[in-house]
């Protein structure tokens, strides 16, 4: 039914008025109500008066219809803008995300490539961020990283929550795992376990798992 509406509501209501026109026409035709041009005629006050009332009551009837449709459409309309927006924030989280993950993919093939610890967060600020703020000084750098992993967590953190099926398990550990390899300074052999352990997680980002997200970002006709 609310599909129906939605697609037929342009001409629902016009035909509606005009049919509730119609009835009350019909009730005027049987109370004896008749409009005849006839010159020769002579109508008395009294039937003039009569006809000032229906009139009346016909514009009052129209007058509560046309109010009842502004209504309609005063409550209708701003509903309606708000949910396209509603919609549109969705999409552009759930893309944000999508981008988020597709970065967490390739940055681990560039892990997986024996890259050493000190190289980590110039190659993450490469894949997340912008290159441009790359430069030989390591703070830069490392607060370029710490910037981009804040935006990055924040988006991962929000995935959670804006899809109808299960994302928690596969994004929880790209979080945990992606800021000890970014954050943490320590061994080497501490580091390559770390290492494993992102690269573990993001193998839960598998083809299927963004397949699922890929058709969740298909727009669809606001009529569906």
């Known amino acids: ?54 009139v009346g009551a016909i514009a009052a009837i129209v007058g509560v219809i046309v109010s009842g449709i502004a209504i309609f459409y005063a409550i209708r309309v701003p ?10 924030e969705l999409f552009q989280r759930r893309l944000d995300l999508y981008g988020v993950l597709k970065n967490c993919k390739t940055f ?12 980590v967060c110039a190659a993450f600020v490469l894949f997340f961020g912008n290159q441009r703020t790359l430069s030989g000084d390591k703070k830069i750098i490392d607060e370029c990283a710490y910037t981009e992993l804040m935006k990055a967590q924040n988006i991962l953190e929000s995935g959670k929550y804006i899809f109808n099926f299960e994302t928690k398990n596969v994004i ?27 690269l573990n997680a993001v193998s839960k980002v598998d083809d299927a798992f963004l397949a699922k997200i890929e058709n969740e970002l298909i727009l669809k006709s606001v009529d569906k």
């Open 1 to 54: 039914m609310k599909k129906f509406w939605k697609k037929h509501h342009k001409w629902i209501i016009p035909v509606g008025v005009l049919v509730i026109l119609a009835v009350v026409w019909f009730l005027l035709y049987l109370n004896g109500c008749r409009f005849v041009h006839n010159p020769s005629l002579s109508i008395t006050w009294e039937q003039s008066a009569v006809i000032a009332d229906w």
């Open 79 to 88: 509903k309606e803008i708000a949910n396209g927006q509603e919609r549109i």
């Open 108 to 119: 681990a093939t560039q892990v997986s490539n024996h890259m050493q610890q000190s190289e």
């Open 172 to 198: 929880d550990p790209l979080i945990s795992t992606l800021e000890m390899l970014i954050m943490v300074n320590t061994t080497e052999q501490n580091y390559k376990n770390v290492r494993n352990d992102y």
